[in-house]
């Protein structure tokens, strides 16, 4: 949950631009509409989430 809220809170999605969530032990891949990414980094690109700097990057 804590993913979701910080992808909508901050990064400006919407609930519905998001998809399934992959959560591995140091890690987590988020399936997002590929319209909105560009969008997402920039608002993300210094944030942090429980006080860890968030390193996002897309997966191919």
Same mark, same amino acid.
């Given at each position: 949950m804590d993913i979701v809220g +910080? =992808?909508?809170k901050t990064g400006g999605l919407k609930k519905e631009? !998001?998809? =399934? !969530?992959?959560v591995k032990?140091?890690?987590? +891949?988020v399936a997002v509409n590929?319209? %909105?990414?560009s969008k997402l980094l920039a608002n993300i690109k210094e944030a942090r989430l %429980?006080? %860890?700097k968030v390193k996002i990057? !897309?997966?191919k």
């Open positions: +910080f =992808l909508t631009d !998001i998809g =399934l !969530i992959e032990d140091f890690s987590a +891949f590929r319209h %909105k990414i %429980k006080n %860890k990057d !897309i997966a």
